[in-house]
């Protein structure tokens, strides 16, 4: 059904990226992961994804650069921000810059499934 | 412990008392019987009031012109007599030297005895109608002997034709004379002392006018002194609550007076002051503890989400599931859920309303926690926080909770001012001060200007917007680091940053030897 949608996935904790490559792998998505905002920006440069789950929060680069260089990387992209507490304002921030959806940790996989699964149908519509 | 202000921290103020720490309920029931004892006793004292002291002076100021006007009074009422007595005494003594005058000429011309006798009975009868008077002014034998000579002329006088005529008109002369030396020598004293007497009405009035002088400029200075003086002590007092220290004011005299209801109302006024200032003190550590507790909530996400994702995937697996990647999964919800122990046991260990304790500390310890307590403060600010540890950290002598109270006040102060990619770096040193071990927190922030790092440590003073911050922190933790016997200064250069230091005072009690308060972390 997803038709291996390509997914980059952003998030400085391992064990996520580890659990979610797993798990989205299970639904059929083809998973990218990075543990660091810096490679995911430069890997978008280069290619495009269909999908892009970002940690808002990391060490090094903001999850808002990442949604800045996914939108300039394609303006179809569907960004889902991981937000480690919901602020209003953060929220607004990034719909204001294109972010298509939401999910605040603590979270479960079927979760983010079912925002992925919205995001794919958004993308078929074109 | 020398008590030196420190150089870079001009305008020291005293501190608000340790106790505010422990007690959330308010002041002690010592404070409060102390407050209590302090107004009665300041109510129980003799009253000697300023309006008692003014009414005092301004009558001493009507008495005295009062007392001596009476006295004039009396004296010229004196004088009046004297003078009428004098007329009096002249006249008596006139008829005396007019009865010589016709005896004289009797003597020389045969003529005018009846005149000369006329004229001595006109002083006999002076004398014998103001026998009193006469008595009175010149005395009792001075009057008698005066008559005597007065009787004995007139009866010489009366002899029509004396044997021994010599020895008749040397009697004669001998009275007459002694007659009038003495009408004349009263006369005399008595004009003088009339003279005297008004000299004195002339001045006396003049002295008492400097006396008075004088004593009205005395009693004002005096009053005037004394008013000041109380001034001075109350400016003093409310100079000293408002550097935070809320003792009530205690009698320094035996007496009471309108000061006394001020220092009462003032009393009164810095009990409820200090009512405030305690409510203050603890939504400040509340506020502190919040922020805490919410970086740590938020840090609590992390390993949160990590089990929750391991665990859903566990709970999906339909078997097909590799035995090895199970195993890694179980490992990692182990892990994950000690990540999450660590955590909270970290918070426990400061927010907990532990009996604050002194004791031998670790700074390394001490340190570590704090900043790893903070580290999602700093992550989120893109700070970067450099801790430089020595080889060896001398122990010092200090209290954990309320210390850890100060670094974290430090810490998130500098939080405050530095822009994204700024640095914190937390540094130790022995050189500072002898006996004291200085920690270094320095910022890369913009540093402040002299006048306001004058005023850093004062009370409510804060560069934050309204609303932000109540400008407690640092006035707190200078309060904490002096009360256990060490200092906090403040270095800044404007555009290169800011440095506090706390220095702490080295002990010999080894740090674990006394026992430590709260849970200690598992490991690092």
């Known amino acids: 059904m997803e038709e291996n949608l390509k997914v980059m996935l952003v998030d400085d904790e391992e064990i996520v990226c580890k659990r979610l490559k797993t798990a989205l792998e299970k639904y059929g998505y083809a998973v990218d992961v990075f543990q660091s905002g810096v490679p995911a920006i430069e890997r978008l440069k280069e290619e495009q994804y269909d999908i892009v789950v970002t940690d808002i929060r990391m060490d090094d680069a903001d999850g808002l650069d990442v949604l800045a260089a996914a939108r300039k990387s394609s303006p179809r992209t569907k960004i889902i921000m991981i937000t480690g507490y919901a602020t209003a304002e953060v929220a607004r921030e990034a719909q204001v810059k294109g972010a298509f959806a939401f999910i605040a940790k603590p979270f479960r996989p079927k979760e983010l499934h079912a925002l992925l699964e919205k995001a794919a149908r958004g993308l078929k519509k074109g | ?524």
Do not use: C
């Open chain 2, 1 to 524: 412990m020398p008590d030196k202000e420190s150089a870079s921290a001009p305008g020291y103020h005293a501190p608000p008392s340790i106790d505010a720490f422990r007690t959330s309920e308010g002041s002690s029931r010592q404070d409060e019987e102390f407050k209590d004892a302090a107004d009665r006793a300041l109510k129980e004292r003799p009253s000697f009031s300023i309006r008692t002291r003014l009414i005092l002076a301004f009558s001493i100021f009507f008495l005295l012109p009062l007392v001596i006007t009476l006295w004039s009074m009396h004296v010229l009422a004196n004088v009046n007599e004297k003078i009428l007595f004098l007329e009096l005494a002249d006249d008596y003594k006139v008829e005396i030297q007019q009865a010589r005058r016709f005896e004289k000429n009797y003597l020389l011309y045969g003529t005018n005895l009846d005149d000369a006798r006329e004229h001595a009975q006109a002083a006999q009868r002076l004398s014998m109608e103001n026998e009193e008077q006469f008595r009175s002014v010149v005395g009792e034998s001075s009057l008698r002997t005066m008559n005597e000579h007065l009787s004995a002329y007139l009866r010489l006088l009366d002899e029509a034709d004396p044997a021994d005529r010599d020895q008749w008109e040397s009697q004669l002369r001998e009275h007459g004379s002694a007659m009038f030396k003495l009408a004349q020598d009263f006369v005399i004293k008595e004009r003088n002392e009339v003279e005297g007497m008004l000299d004195l009405t002339r001045r006396v009035p003049f002295v008492f006018l400097v006396v008075l002088f004088v004593l009205m400029i005395l009693v004002v200075t005096f009053l005037a002194r004394h008013i000041m003086k109380s001034l001075n002590r109350f400016m003093g007092y409310t100079q000293r609550i408002g550097s935070g220290d809320f003792s009530p004011i205690t009698p320094t005299r035996g007496y009471r007076d309108e000061f006394t209801d001020l220092a009462l109302n003032i009393n009164r006024m810095v009990r409820e002051l200090d009512k405030h200032h305690r409510i203050l003190l603890e939504s400040h550590k509340l506020r502190a503890m919040g922020t805490l507790v919410a970086g740590v909530a938020h840090e609590l996400n992390n390993p949160m989400n990590n089990i929750l994702l391991t665990a859903s995937l566990l709970q999906e697996d339909d078997g097909s599931m590799e035995e090895s990647d199970r195993q890694e999964m179980l490992q990692d919800l182990v892990a994950q859920a000690e990540r999450t122990k660590r955590i909270v046991a970290n918070l426990l260990n400061f927010a907990r309303q532990s009996e604050t304790k002194v004791e031998g500390l670790d700074m390394r310890d001490l340190i570590k926690d704090i900043t790893r307590l903070l580290k999602n403060q700093i992550r989120i600010k893109k700070v970067r926080l450099r801790v430089a540890f020595p080889e060896e950290l001398p122990t010092v002598h200090g209290d954990r909770q309320l210390l850890g109270q100060v670094f974290t006040n430090l810490i998130l102060n500098a939080l405050d001012v530095l822009p994204e990619k700024g640095e914190i770096v937390i540094s130790f040193d022995t050189e500072h001060r002898e006996g004291f071990l200085a920690v270094n927190v320095a910022d890369s922030g913009p540093g402040m200007p002299g006048h306001i790092m004058s005023r850093v440590f004062d009370p409510f003073f804060t560069t934050k917007p309204k609303g932000k911050g109540t400008g407690l922190g640092l006035s707190v933790s200078r309060g904490i680091v002096r009360k256990l016997g060490g200092y906090l200064l403040v270095e800044s250069q404007l555009g290169i940053g800011t440095v506090f230091t706390v220095l702490l005072p080295i002990t010999t009690i080894p740090s674990d030897i006394s026992s430590r308060v709260g849970a200690s972390d598992g490991g690092n």
